[in-house]
């Protein structure tokens, strides 16, 4: 299996424009999270799918900032408009299941997209 | 307070000693603790799992977990300079059960 696959691997934007980030999870894996990650704040949960479903969007930080999952395979995080305090890596991450998760099944990470707000 | 707690580090250790990391978490409803390890540039990846008080050995690694006291640590023994790595501490929390990430504690291994 290729693993979870996120595009682009860099993105750098201008302040005020749209960013789309997009996600592949693991063929077969039912939950979905997106990740941000900072020196000063650490690793954030942002929200969280199960089932292509939203079950948690508590950690988006404003409503420039939106996530779909149309289908199992795929999900996009979109920042518009975007703020140079967007800039971090953003990493998409998936699991077979989401109770899974109580009974240690792991989270496979994608690589991350560096994403600089100028 | 933030839900999980991690010195920053760096902790600095020398090759073939024990390196000592620690984690407290608010949520008294965590029920599982994972431990990620993140090199520089990479995403993280999982090394270890608790669930029960106790002691957990896995090759060099040990998970500790005290839930009385919120306090779950992983120790590495016979540290090498591959071991150098950010160690992200993750609770599970809410009723769905998802991890929450500490902000990772810096392992620097020196020869």
């Known amino acids: 299996d290729a693993g979870v696959i996120q595009s682009p691997r860099h993105e750098v934007t201008e302040m005020g424009q749209e960013v789309t980030l997009r996600c592949k999870p693991i063929s077969g894996h039912n939950s979905l999270f997106w990740y941000r990650q900072t020196m000063m704040r650490g690793l954030e949960l942002l929200i969280y799918?199960?089932?292509?479903?939203?079950?948690?969007d508590s950690g988006m930080p404003e409503d420039r900032f939106s996530a779909k999952m149309p289908n199992a395979s795929f999900s996009t995080l979109k920042i518009q408009p975007s703020e140079p305090r967007d800039s971090a890596v953003y990493f998409c991450a998936s699991s077979l299941t989401l109770r899974g998760i109580l009974h240690n099944e792991k989270l496979f990470f994608g690589s991350g997209t560096q994403l600089s707000v100028l | 307070q933030k839900e999980v707690e991690q010195n920053s580090g760096p902790l600095s250790v020398p090759e073939g000693a024990i390196a000592s990391l620690n984690c407290t978490y608010s949520?008294?409803?965590?029920?599982?603790f994972f431990w990620y390890r993140q090199y520089s540039g990479k995403s993280p990846e999982l090394i270890m799992f608790i669930y029960s008080n106790g002691d957990k050995e896995d090759g060099r690694f040990t998970a500790q977990l005290n839930k009385a006291s919120q306090y779950v640590s992983l120790l590495i023994r016979d540290s090498q300079p591959s071991d150098s790595a950010t160690y992200l501490c993750?609770?599970?929390?809410?009723?769905?059960?998802?991890?929450?990430f500490g902000a990772g504690t810096r392992l620097a291994v020196h020869p």
């Open positions: 949520d008294r409803g965590s029920q599982s």
């Open positions: 799918f199960n089932n292509n479903v939203p079950i948690d």
């Open positions: 993750a609770p599970t929390s809410g009723g769905y059960n998802k991890l929450i």
